[in-house]
């Protein structure tokens, strides 16, 4: 009983550059299976080294792409290339250091996250190198002629015999010829000896789709990789109606407006920056930045990040003024940023010089700074003056009112709210391997597509002549979709059989010795 060949042993053959079988020195078919060759130093040798095995190996490109994945969740959620004092107040002395030291606060571009991505892109090229080279010479130098044991090895194998009085044997080859091509199957045909020998094949690039994907994926890594090596990631704070210097491009960039957008039940749905490209004074380019739809100008663009209410300035203070002596509300003042105000009915002048949304003070330094940029502890400090002359700059407290530093002013200052102006927080961004990574996608979309829904498809057949009757062998095998193959196959056997022996006229038993039934599934 012969058996089939199995995923490694059709590999093995393949391997050997062809899926068909090897002759001796005449040239004629003596096995099923590779030929035994001496032990040389080939390439064969080489792509399988075990360096190479381990380089190209599925593991450690699943550990390398789990090893990115999460180093690019932390650069999801860790706003990236912002100052060392960011990082200090927003996550506190314990985790600060910790992500500036390990470059947590620039992920992308640092030293290890550049090494994974490199890592990731030899094990795609040892793949390619090992594997393709293997379905080059299996697609291009596949065998014709091959004995009948290996077609009987073959996944999917019948017969059929046919009296020889019924056809001659070419205009059996035409029909047999005939019904692969209406599949589209792509025929050759040999003579070897006194048989006839047919390869049929379809769906080549359904083979070569894999290898694409995984071109793609190098594509994709050296985009990353140049981007990572030449391009830069900054973030920026903008205020409305402010200009800033922008060096990277050596121009301006300004800020008009900057609004949000809200669902019904209050929550955002969308938030817009309207801003100019200014040098010298003359409008370059203007756009309203929106998520997913970034300014692109002179190979920079900004993408919109984030918004936020100013941590360390206002837009106005509301300050309630009451006679303590007197235990009497005097009103409620609106004061404007760095303003100095005179308060009705006393001798007093206030200007607003500071603002902390989270007020801190390190006592060793004597320093006031903000904990976050949550408005957690709001605080504003105020120049007061008395008939011209600064009395003091005591700090007032949002949520303790109660403090209060100058006890010799017969008023009490509470601050009793405030108006923070928003920021919109872009993003700044030069990445020249954009364009690759683009290229790099669509490629693997396109191996993606030729390896999920095209099927490489081979077929060989041997028409042979015995005694009275002609016999046809037919074996194969489809690299994916072996399910649809058999199908396939099972159809294509029946119209041929159809074709040659109509329904009325039963097939000839087959000659004696063969061993095989005029039609039936290999054993």
């Not at 090992?130 to 004995?147: A, D, H």
């Not at 919109?304 to 209410?309: K, M, N, P, V, Y």
């Amino acid at each position: 009983m012969a058996e089939r060949l199995d995923p490694e042993e059709q590999q093995a053959l393949e391997w050997e550059g062809s899926s068909g079988i090897e002759g001796d020195e005449s040239g004629r078919s003596t096995g099923g299976g590779p030929s035994k060759k001496s032990p040389s130093f080939s390439s064969s040798m080489v792509r399988d080294h075990i360096l190479i095995r381990i380089l190209s190996s599925l593991i450690l490109a699943i550990v390398l792409f789990m090893t990115l994945a999460v180093l690019t969740i932390f650069g999801t959620f860790i706003e990236q290339g912002r100052d060392a004092s960011y990082y200090m107040t927003t996550y506190g002395p314990k985790w600060g250091p910790w992500i500036v030291g390990l470059k947590i606060d620039n992920i992308y571009h640092s030293w290890y996250y550049t090494t994974f991505l490199a890592l990731l892109c030899v094990n795609a090229l040892a793949c390619v190198y090992r594997r393709f080279p293997v379905t080059i010479r299996s697609l291009f130098r596949e065998r014709i002629s091959v004995s009948p044991e290996f077609l009987k090895k073959q996944r999917e194998y019948s017969e059929i015999s046919v009296p020889r009085s019924r056809m001659a044997t070419s205009d059996l080859t035409a029909v047999v010829q005939s019904r692969l091509e209406s599949r589209r199957y792509k025929v050759a045909i040999e003579q070897d000896g006194k048989d006839i020998a047919i390869y049929a094949h379809k769906g080549v690039l359904g083979r070569i789709g894999s290898h694409v994907a995984h071109l793609s994926v190098i594509v994709i890594l050296a985009g990353g990789l140049l981007g990572s090596l030449t391009g830069f990631r900054l973030f920026g704070t903008f205020y409305v109606h402010s200009t800033t210097f922008i060096p990277q491009g050596g121009w301006d960039l300004r800020v008009n407006k900057f609004w949000i957008t809200h669902y019904k039940n209050g929550m955002v749905k969308a938030y817009f920056s309207d801003v100019d490209i200014l040098k010298d004074g003359k409008v370059l380019k203007h756009k309203v930045v929106a998520v997913n739809h970034p300014l692109s100008f002179d190979g920079l663009r900004f993408y919109q990040a984030s918004f936020g209410e100013a941590p360390d300035r206002l837009d106005k203070a509301d300050i309630l003024v009451v006679d303590k002596v007197k235990k009497k509300f005097l009103g409620r003042f609106s004061l404007a940023w760095d303003t100095p105000q005179a308060i009705p009915g006393t001798p007093y002048t206030l200007k607003m010089v500071r603002y902390v949304s989270d007020f801190a003070f390190d006592p060793k330094t004597g320093s006031v700074f903000t904990q976050s940029e949550k408005p957690k502890n709001p605080a504003v400090q105020l120049e007061v003056s008395e008939n011209g002359k600064v009395i003091g700059s005591p700090w007032y407290f949002y949520k303790f009112p109660q403090v209060q530093v100058l006890k010799n002013v017969p008023e009490f200052f509470i601050f009793g709210g405030y108006h923070a102006p928003f920021y919109t927080g872009l993003e700044l961004a030069k990445d020249p391997g954009v364009p690759i990574v683009w290229t790099g996608s669509f490629l693997l979309v396109g191996g993606l597509f030729l390896s999920s829904f095209i099927f490489h498809r081979k077929i060989w057949m041997r028409i042979r002549t015995r005694g009275e009757g002609v016999q046809v062998m037919a074996g194969g095998f489809g690299h994916k979709d072996k399910i649809g193959f058999g199908r396939e196959f099972e159809s294509l056997v029946s119209e041929i059989r159809s074709d040659l022996l109509p329904p009325d006229e039963p097939s000839p038993l087959p000659e004696r010795g063969l061993g095989t039934p005029s039609l039936s599934r290999g054993v």
